[in-house]
């Protein structure tokens, strides 16, 4: 059964570094998400895109944040700098809506960043 | 502006007793309302959504516009239900999904 891929699993990283993440959507998944969940709430969406465009970012702060599809498969979220307040789940799910059909988001197993 | 409130950020019950982890949401329009779950070491996965007015895994929610709920129920808990349940809304012409905090349900033998 195909599944969203993130990587890494886990990042440690300082504060005012840069880091980036991975995500591979499911094959066929035109839609990708970015979600951030810290610790004890729900994840909220950070990006959303509709193949390589983006479609909502409101959540994103764009002076720090960028993510990027550039062929509409695959995608990189980007923090620099990192802050003590980054630290939390990086989510990533996907989407296809079936003609008619209802839409249904894929999660991957998420990347943990602690910044120190 | 959108908003899940899940007012119980734990439940416990016993095997074979009745569960319903609560969902309130805030939207003026028409909303999706949707239950996820998260099982220990695994990916957040869907549990059911109202508009396929399904059962899953003995799982019933139904949508009450007048309460603006959308309360999860199964009549008999069972040990693998034990997880983290995460209530979300997807506002009309939106596919955004907004998440509550979670419930953590733990079903005691």
């Known amino acids: 059964e195909a599944e969203v891929a993130q990587s890494p699993r886990y990042k440690i990283t300082e504060k005012s570094q840069a880091v980036a993440f991975w995500c591979d959507p499911i094959?066929?998944?035109?839609?990708l998400y970015w979600y951030r969940q810290i610790l004890g709430q729900g994840p909220e969406l950070l990006v959303q895109f509709q193949d390589e465009s983006v479609v909502d970012d409101s959540q994103l702060p764009k002076d720090r944040f960028s993510a990027e599809r550039l062929k509409g498969v695959d995608s990189t979220l980007k923090i620099q700098p990192a802050e003590l307040g980054d630290s939390a789940m990086y989510l990533c799910a996907s989407s296809r809506r079936l003609a008619g059909g209802p839409d249904t988001q894929y999660f991957g197993p998420g990347t943990r960043l602690t910044v120190l | 502006a959108q908003r899940v409130t899940q007012p119980e950020k734990l439940l416990s019950v016993f095997k074979g007793a009745p569960v319903e982890l609560k969902c309130n949401y805030s939207?003026?329009?028409?909303?999706?309302l949707f239950w996820y779950v998260q099982y220990s070491r695994q990916r957040l996965q869907l549990l059911l959504r109202?508009?396929s007015r399904e059962s899953i895994k003995g799982f019933t929610a139904d949508l009450n516009k007048g309460e603006t709920s959308f309360h999860l129920k199964k009549p008999f808990a069972q040990e693998e239900d034990s997880a983290m349940y995460y209530c979300a809304l997807k506002g009309s012409g939106s596919e955004k999904l907004v998440f509550g905090k979670g419930t953590k349900l733990t079903v005691n033998p």
């Open positions: 939207y003026s329009g028409s909303p999706e």
């Open positions: 094959s066929g998944h035109a839609t």
């Open positions: 109202h508009i």
